[in-house]
């Protein structure tokens, strides 16, 4: 399976900060934004991944992660022109996605919970069709909203309804099977002139492949549309890992875990970064892992 990170947009919700960088690239307390995506892609196994963003900010993507040969992983770059909606990633990615399978993810969701490991692989251990996400929330007349039945098929998803059919909101992370590649350039642009994910998700629905997984209580999925947002999800950062000492969406400690690096690279890693307590987190869990080879 492939991976794909859709950071593109202005941020205009977010000026002035993002009149002069990207909004994936600010920060979420200790780490820039879009770890908090990459880190979800590399749980869920997958090693190769693009990006997709502007072409005023694809380069300081290709300086922060390289090519992600020092996590085992690869990255690749493309640029998306002018915001084309987010199901335009199938067509700019077509060539990078092959015969494989696709997760989607955008570059703004941050996500955490125990179980979430779990569900990913749920998802992506489905080979045909696709799947989605459900979230519950408590107002959900401002999201997209899926309707299913007791074996998780999908009914119906509808976008901001007035009288929502159930409480669980669509966050931005999809799998879908190769087919969506065709699909995608098959999709008649919207009013505003974008190539839209619901229309996917729908042609989906409509072969009965739509399937959704619920992250219930005790997972989080956190806003960061705007600066109350990113504070607060700042802060709930910042509490999780002062509380616990484990780090949230740390993408060495993550290839470490999932074996694409081994302790002796995650050591060099940390002490890269030793001035830092990022630095310091990497370098303990390395010496832990030495002492028991």
Known sequence: MKGIILAGGKGTRLYPMTKAVSKQLLSIYDKPLIYYPLSILLLTGIKEILIISTPDDIANYERLLGTGENIGVKFYYKVQETPRGLADAFILGEDFIGDDNVCLILGDNVFYGKDLS????????????????GYPVKDAREFGVVEFDRSHKVVSIEEKPKQPKSNYAVPGLYF??????????????????????????????????????????????????????????????????????????????????????????????????????????????????????
């Open 118 to 133: 779990r569900v990913l692989w749920n998802a992506r251990d489905r080979k045909v069709g696709a799947t989605i996400f």
């Open 176 to 293: 879908y099977d190769n087919r969506v590649v065709e699909i995608a350039k098959n999709v008649k642009p919207s009013p505003r002139g974008e190539i839209e994910i619901t229309a996917v998700n729908n042609a989906y629905l409509e072969m009965g492949e739509l399937n959704v997984e619920l992250l219930g209580r005790g997972m989080a999925w956190l806003d960061t549309g705007n600066p109350e947002g990113m504070l607060k999800a700042a802060e709930f950062v910042q509490v999780v890992q002062d509380r616990q000492g484990f780090y949230i969406s740390c993408i060495e400690e993550i290839a470490y875990r999932r074996g694409f690096i081994d302790a002796k690279q995650l050591m060099k890693l940390g002490e890269d970064l030793k001035m830092t307590e990022y630095g310091q987190y990497l370098i303990g869990i390395a010496k832990e892992a030495l002492k028991h080879e």
